[in-house]
């Protein structure tokens, strides 16, 4: 540095910061020697304040506006520099330029996917991404705890930080609302703003301000969305039986474009039509139970006259005690005629553990 230029920053007149970059948030005024004029002009733009530290001792801080540099607006750095009485000499001191803009555009997401209990799928893992922007809320805060005493301090030197703490905080907030994970999707609004709610609180320890963030997309793995898919195909189908038809007419019709295809299509369409009525029986549900079974009911002839009806219970009894035999005659409805009943399949199984009719002496 040349003498005039060593002359010229000795006495500091005019402190200011004009930003050129787009990633600085803190930015400290270059000096000679510290030396600042008595009366020297602080000119703060929008979004920026200006911090001044003395001796590692936070000071004063300037809001934007233009500022004569006076005892009067700098009441915490007079005291720290022991000035009763004002100061009229150049006086040493850093000055930190904080941009209060909005760094946005800030992108995140999860590297991992976050396990999360859904009411209706049980355990299901999903992966989220989305971006954030940040603001220095706090610009004591941010340079005791940050920026430290560094001359330029730019986003990318808590960026990594910054996204390793939202999504740790997005999936506590994701966790403990429990929103079922096909609702998910309408409600990124919602989502995104739980999430800011549990970030803000690590932020605050920082300094900062966490503004628009944004969810840009929550995902299923891939074998549970094909699972979904196939579930909602089945939903679209609707009425199994009507569309099995729909789908073996138009089978026919196809084949029947084709002279020689049409007998080749039967046996398939025939196992096709089979397996699709199954699947909609699985599929359909009866809108009440089928009517219980009633047990056959047989009339008997027993020394010419008629007995009954008998259930197939009872007359196995009747068999045991020789009251009932091959001979008998029996009826049920349905039946034609009275029948010998050993001739009833039903009833012939009856007989075969009956004693034979004792011999006649």
């Not at 195909?233 to 084949?255: H, K, L, P």
């Not at 035999?325 to 029996?330: A, D, F, I, M, P």
């Amino acid at each position: 540095m040349g003498m005039f230029d060593k002359l010229r920053h000795e006495l500091i007149d005019i402190i200011e910061w004009t930003d050129d970059t787009r990633d600085t948030i803190v930015w400290r005024f270059p000096r000679y020697e510290n030396e600042i004029k008595n009366g020297a002009k602080l000119i703060v733009r929008e979004s920026q304040v200006a911090a001044f530290v003395l001796q590692g001792q936070l000071a004063d801080v300037f809001q934007p506006g233009t500022f004569t540099l006076q005892t009067q607006n700098l009441p915490i750095l007079s005291t720290l520099a022991g000035w009763k009485y004002g100061f009229n000499s150049p006086f040493k001191a850093e000055v930190y330029f904080l941009s209060t803009r909005t760094f946005t555009d800030r992108k995140w997401g999860t590297q991992n996917p976050i396990m999360m209990r859904d009411p209706e799928f049980g355990p299901v893992r999903v992966r989220a991404f989305g971006s954030f922007g940040i603001k220095v809320k706090d610009a004591g805060t941010f340079l005791k705890n940050i920026a430290g005493t560094e001359a330029r301090f730019t986003t990318d030197e808590i960026e990594q930080q910054l996204k390793e703490m939202v999504v740790s905080r997005f999936a506590d907030a994701l966790g403990n609302n429990k929103m079922p994970v096909l609702d998910l999707a309408g409600n990124y609004d919602k989502v995104g703003r739980w999430a800011a709610a549990s970030i803000q609180p690590d932020f605050d320890t920082f300094g900062l301000q966490i503004c628009n963030f944004v969810v840009e997309n929550i995902s299923l793995p891939p074998e549970v969305e094909a699972a979904i898919d196939k579930r909602s195909s089945m939903g679209v189908i609707g009425n199994m039986q009507a569309y099995t038809q729909y789908e073996s007419a138009s089978a026919i019709r196809d084949a029947a474009k084709n002279p020689g295809g049409l007998a080749g299509a039967g046996a398939g369409l025939a196992a096709g039509y089979q397996m699709a009525n199954q699947m909609g029986q699985a599929f359909s549900a009866p809108s009440a139970p089928p009517p219980v079974t009633q047990p056959a009911a047989y009339f008997i002839a027993v020394n010419g006259a008629q007995s009954g009806p008998h259930a197939v219970s009872d007359l196995s009894a009747k068999a045991a005690s020789g009251q009932l035999t091959r001979q008998t005659l029996v009826w049920k409805q349905g039946m034609a005629a009275w029948v010998a009943a050993d001739s009833v399949a039903e009833l012939s199984n009856l007989f075969a553990a009956a004693p034979p009719p004792l011999p006649k002496t």
